[in-house]
């Protein structure tokens, strides 16, 4: 049986600011793309590895201490979340 896993979605909040971002992602390959630029791809893509431990660099305007991350995954059919706030970690 060949394991699988993949990110399912990620819920950013901004608890200062009181706003929220959803996006959801879909089983196998995503792509993120815009013709803009400063419009969220890369710090979309630092908070999915910032919620799983990794400490990255933000753009200097995006304030990472004021935001609540949950981050879904799926792992051979079953759900895990996982949340970050600052140094603390929750996961279900």
Sequence with gaps: MMNKMYFKDILICDVQDHT???HEF???FNVITSQDNHV???SLLK???YTLGAEVEFDPVWN???KLYVVTICANG???KIARFQKSFAIF
Excluded: I, Q
Aim: aromatic residues 16%; hydrophobic residues 15%; contains cysteine.
């Design 26 to 28: 879909t089983e196998g």
């Design 20 to 22: 929220a971002c959803f």
């Design 78 to 80: 079953n759900h895990y």
């Design 64 to 66: 990472k201490n004021t």
């Design 47 to 49: 908070s999915l590895y």
């Design 40 to 42: 969220g791809k890369s």
